[in-house]
């Protein structure tokens, strides 16, 4: 792929561009903007750990929640350019700003492009063929956002009434020394963080982790929880299909995430709307294979 590739590209994109990076990208990201707008056009990119830091814990709520920080931004953008330095997609959040994008375009425009190391010049990768999502994975979509937006959530509380066991009432946490994730109650969690509880890894008996409370920042309604490492082991992957599960699931947790709790602490739900069935109908039926994209062959090529 030629630097003429990237030009040709770029000619044809619309007149604001959505930039999707990993925050560890963020200097690459930075030269990929500057250049778009030295051909006179408008970039949308996001401070890095806007939605959240490096070592802070969130709910599966939350993951949802946060996103709607970006949404009205990205809705005005015509065209995607993903910083793929190799591992893009090895985010959660990465994900999800492509399945938003695929949500708001019939058409979604997107290609990727990486920025070497050594010289900064930014090479052209391809075409990210993406689809719309299917009108079934609109809808669970804009229930989501319904749902999980702070002001629609303030001027109609009923529409908080629609989530699963353990949404909001728990934190997911990563475990570094297996790799596997765990819930952890919120009663469990402060106490924690009080030093009131020990929290073990569920899977592997690691810990006891320590949990700290940060300073608010402006993003977010309550202060960050932030989670000290044990072990080297880089958390598995979690997918925007595994959070949504966690997000409306009622039942059993899948095998692959735990629980841990205050002894004799009961979880409740708050699913008594219909976003429970409506999810589980389109996540049973799909298995959101939406989720999984698909990069251009050209990707390949440049491997
Ligand atoms: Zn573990």
């Given at each position: 792929?030629?630097?003429?590739?990237?030009?040709?590209a770029?000619?044809q994109?619309?007149?604001?561009?959505?930039?999707?990076?990993?925050?560890?990208?963020?200097?690459?990201a930075q030269?990929?903007?500057?250049?778009?707008?030295s051909?006179e056009?408008?970039?949308?990119?996001f401070?890095?750990e806007?939605l959240?830091?490096?070592?802070?814990i969130?709910k599966?709520?939350e993951?949802l929640?946060?996103?709607?920080?970006?949404?009205?931004?990205m809705h005005?953008?015509?065209?995607?350019?993903a910083?793929d330095?190799?591992?893009?997609?090895?985010?959660?959040?990465?994900?999800?700003?492509?399945?938003q994008w695929r949500?708001?375009?019939d058409?979604p425009?997107?290609f990727?492009?990486?920025?070497?190391?050594?010289?900064?010049s930014?090479?052209?990768?391809?075409e990210?063929?993406l689809?719309?999502?299917?009108?079934?994975?609109?809808?669970?979509?804009?229930?989501?956002?319904?749902g999980?937006?702070?002001?629609l959530?303030?001027?109609?509380?009923?529409?908080?009434?629609?989530?699963?066991?353990?949404?909001?009432?728990c934190?997911?946490?990563?475990?570094?020394?297996?790799?596997?994730?765990?819930l952890?109650?919120?009663?469990?969690?402060?106490?924690s963080v009080?030093n009131?509880?020990?929290?073990y890894?569920?899977?592997?008996?690691r810990g006891?982790?320590?949990?700290?409370?940060?300073?608010?920042n402006?993003t977010f309604?309550?202060?960050p929880?932030?989670i000290?490492?044990?072990g080297q082991?880089?958390?598995?992957?979690?997918?925007?299909s595994?959070?949504l599960?966690?997000?409306v699931?009622d039942?059993?947790?899948?095998?692959t995430?735990k629980?841990?709790?205050?002894p004799?602490?009961?979880i409740?739900?708050?699913g008594?709307?219909n976003?429970?069935g409506v999810?589980?109908?389109?996540l049973g039926?799909t298995?959101?294979a939406?989720?999984i994209?698909f990069?251009?062959?050209?990707?390949d090529?440049t491997?």
């Amino acid at each position: 792929m030629t630097a003429n590739q990237f030009e040709m590209a770029i000619n044809q994109i619309g007149k604001r561009v959505f930039i999707s990076y990993r925050s560890k990208d963020i200097k690459k990201a930075q030269k990929v903007k500057d250049y778009i707008i030295s051909t006179e056009r408008e970039v949308i990119l996001f401070p890095p750990e806007i939605l959240s830091a490096v070592g802070e814990i969130l709910k599966p709520f939350e993951f949802l929640e946060l996103m709607e920080f970006i949404l009205d931004e990205m809705h005005k953008c015509n065209t995607l350019i993903a910083v793929d330095q190799g591992d893009f997609l090895d985010s959660y959040w990465t994900q999800i700003e492509l399945t938003q994008w695929r949500r708001f375009n019939d058409h979604p425009q997107a290609f990727s492009v990486r920025v070497n190391e050594e010289s900064g010049s930014i090479q052209y990768l391809g075409e990210l063929n993406l689809t719309t999502l299917s009108n079934d994975e609109k809808r669970l979509w804009i229930r989501i956002s319904n749902g999980t937006n702070r002001k629609l959530r303030e001027s109609n509380p009923h529409t908080m009434s629609i989530w699963g066991r353990y949404a909001r009432s728990c934190f997911l946490v990563p475990c570094g020394a297996c790799g596997e994730h765990f819930l952890v109650s919120k009663e469990a969690l402060y106490a924690s963080v009080n030093n009131e509880f020990k929290t073990y890894c569920p899977h592997c008996s690691r810990g006891p982790f320590q949990f700290s409370e940060g300073e608010k920042n402006s993003t977010f309604y309550r202060k960050p929880i932030f989670i000290k490492r044990i072990g080297q082991k880089k958390p598995r992957l979690l997918d925007v299909s595994e959070i949504l599960t966690l997000l409306v699931n009622d039942k059993e947790l899948p095998s692959t995430i735990k629980l841990v709790s205050l002894p004799d602490q009961e979880i409740y739900t708050e699913g008594t709307k219909n976003l429970i069935g409506v999810a589980t109908s389109i996540l049973g039926l799909t298995a959101l294979a939406g989720i999984i994209y698909f990069f251009s062959s050209n990707k390949d090529d440049t491997n």
